[in-house]
């Protein structure tokens, strides 16, 4: 089975970066070595991974990837933290944005490892 990404990356200049692969390895080996000069994070090496999910459906990797993108500096940072009570409290707006705990309306599986957490989402 074919499997996606949504990643987060940390730059040296304590910004975040947001992408999707279906290839993890790789593409943080492209950021790291500055393969595309027009990039956001080609000037902000190195960077490190902070939080990734890995996806079944390439649609929904998608979609949760445009959402992360719109979230605050402080929501992403509770995610990568792990403290998802802190997710909805760090909404913009809570009735016009749709980005909410939604994202965890699928069964979790949450394995530690290293300093970073791996996200397996299924249907409920």
Not at 91 to 117: D, G, P
């Amino acid at each position: 089975m074919k499997e996606y990404y949504i990643y987060i990356l940390e730059c040296a200049d304590k910004t975040y970066y947001t992408g999707f692969t279906s290839n993890l390895e790789k593409r943080i080996q492209e950021h790291e070595s500055g393969k595309y000069k027009d990039s956001y994070t080609h000037k902000r090496r190195p960077v490190k991974l902070v939080f990734y999910a890995s996806f079944s459906d390439v649609n929904m990797a998608i979609e949760k990837e445009k959402q992360i993108k719109k979230w605050s500096k402080a929501k992403k940072k509770a995610l990568i933290e792990g403290k998802y009570e802190d997710l909805v409290n760090l909404e913009k707006n809570n009735l016009k944005n749709s980005i909410s705990i939604q994202f965890f309306s699928f069964t979790q599986k949450i394995t530690r490892c290293a300093s970073r957490y791996i996200f397996l989402f299924a249907h409920s």
